[in-house]
């Protein structure tokens, strides 16, 4: 199953001529269709967000401001929320100037970027989710471009609690890597972390000088310490064998070594290409038919209780990257990948 297609964030609104002014602004002279000493149409229709409308009621206030992408549809939101959000007075936009065209709910600010990215944007700001447009991993990529640029934190937004934190993570099976390295060029600890555990397939030696200069030497090296601590962590949990059994008339030590020399070969077939994203079906498939050879009842039993144990303890390992002051075979946990 790929990625969804990106729904449309506007619609066409058909304005009758007596009712357009009370609605929506008409757009700037640089934007009409027609010359500014023509008459008015009998209907006007303009793009209108379907999230950031005059009457969606997402503040306790009607909305004061317009913003045009550059696409124009029309998002009609709030200066005051807007301002908050923003250290650079939105990249400057923002008071708008006395001179800026005004329309019933506010003056209208022409920004150059698109609708798509400036409703990812404008949902992050009132802290509700876009999902329901199904935004692209691309979109979602050039609204951090847009945070930066218009002074916008994008830790804040982008942390576990957020809805774009979700949305990114949604995109993390299609985008691994990409994915890693967005979130790596901006520091983004609490969505590299999970996203990581989606690389454990790839090959390090495949990675571009483009990709590693995208990601940067913290964050690569945290994803080469996941993959070598996984790999050293199986050597090191294949490498006992089964526990023996106190000899018996049939089933002494020097036969049960059979048993100690099979689980020797079997295990360093596995340790000798030992992947990071070895699955415990692999495990239990080189492993389990070692019983097959076996007469000692005790000595299936010693087997399938390894087993059980080797494929208990491979689960917990991490999969995800941690810390770099911490050991790469501490078990899996989210309370321990708060700190860099």
Known sequence: MGPVIEKAVAEKTELPAGAA?????TPPESFASSPADSPPDENTLVSVSTTFFPGAQLHSLPPDLVLLSSDSVFFFV???????????????????PSKTDHGPMGPVVVLPESSVVLNVVLHSIYDISCAHYSPSFESLSAALVFMTTYGIPVKR??????????????????????????????????LAVPTSSHLLSLSLASLTDEMV???????LKRLFFLHFGRAEALKRLLLPPPHPHSPTVFCDFT????????????????????????????????LAPLGDQLSCEQCRIALQE???????????????????????????????????
Not at 213 to 219: E, L, T, V
Not at 324 to 330: D, G, K, R
């Open 78 to 96: 709030h200066l005051n929320l807007l301002l908050c959000a923003s250290d650079n007075n939105f990249n400057s936009f923002l008071p708008p």
């Open 213 to 219: 200069d995208h990601i940067g030497p913290r964050y």
């Open 157 to 190: 937004h982008t942390s576990r609690s957020t809805p774009l934190h979700a949305l990114f993570l949604s995109h993390a099976p299609f985008y691994p890597l990409e994915l890693y390295a967005l979130a790596a060029s901006y520091d983004l600890y609490d």
């Open 255 to 286: 036969e049960q070594k059979k048993l100690t020399r099979a689980w020797a070969l079997a295990s360093a077939y596995l340790a000798w290409d030992a992947r990071p994203d070895l699955s415990t079906n692999t495990m239990e498939s080189a």
């Open 21 to 25: 002014l009370s609605q929506v602004p």
């Open 306 to 340: 390894r087993l059980k144990t080797l494929v208990m303890q491979w689960s917990v390992v991490k999969v995800r990257i941690r810390p770099l002051s911490q050991p790469a075979y501490l078990y899996n946990s989210e309370d321990d990948m708060t700190s860099l």
